[in-house]
């Protein structure tokens, strides 16, 4: 399920860190109340501006509780403006941090992510159904354990959503999505 949390109900402009501690707990109460493969939708429309020290408060402290305190959550972001977006990649390439920012339909990553980690999550986000690590393997044109590795990274930073499922021959596999 999705819900939906609205930056602009704390004001156009957001600064400072004190600011953001107190909305980051709003937040995390609406993580805690969330259920495990919610995705929480943080709403960026109507915000004019945020400062480094917002962001990195907000968003960093949030996305490092994430897997710890709200395991199989997740954030992603809409609304985003040229400014508030390039604040915001700063903060999360100073914290190695990425997050998915949804525009319409497309999906992408903002952050510090190793490009090949785009191309992976890229190949999931566009087939809107579960993959499994084989089918990246083949889709990418490399060796299974790279794409493991891919996987893991990906799934810890809370990017892509793992779930058990089953081979043709019956025997249990993940199967690997973005926000499905």
């Known amino acids: 399920m999705e819900k939906r949390f609205p930056l602009f109900a704390h004001g156009k402009t957001l600064w400072t860190r004190d600011v953001a501690r107190g909305i980051r707990e709003q937040l995390e109460e609406f993580l805690a109340e969330a259920e495990q493969g919610d995705t929480v939708v943080i709403d960026m429309k109507g ?3 945020f400062d480094f020290s917002f962001a990195n408060e907000f968003f960093g402290k949030a996305l490092l509780a994430l897997p710890r305190l709200y395991p199989q959550r997740f954030l992603i972001l ?3 403006s040229a ?3 390039e604040n ?3 903060a999360l ?3 190695n941090l990425a997050m998915i920012e949804r525009k319409g339909r497309a999906l992408a990553l903002l952050g510090r992510v190793h490009p090949a980690d785009v191309a992976t999550f890229d190949t999931i986000a566009k087939r809107r ?3 499994t690590a084989a089918f990246l393997s083949e889709a990418l044109s490399i060796g299974i354990t790279a794409v493991n590795e891919r996987l893991t990274k990906l799934t810890n930073l809370g990017l892509v959503r793992r779930r ?3 081979s043709p021959a019956g025997r249990e596999q993940y199967e690997y999505s973005v926000l499905a």
Do not use: H, I, N, Q
């Open 47 to 49: 915000v004019d501006a």
């Open 93 to 95: 390439e100073s914290l």
């Open 78 to 80: 809409e609304g985003l």
């Open 129 to 131: 159904t579960p993959v």
């Open 83 to 85: 400014y508030t977006r």
């Open 164 to 166: 058990s499922g089953s």
């Open 88 to 90: 915001l990649v700063s």
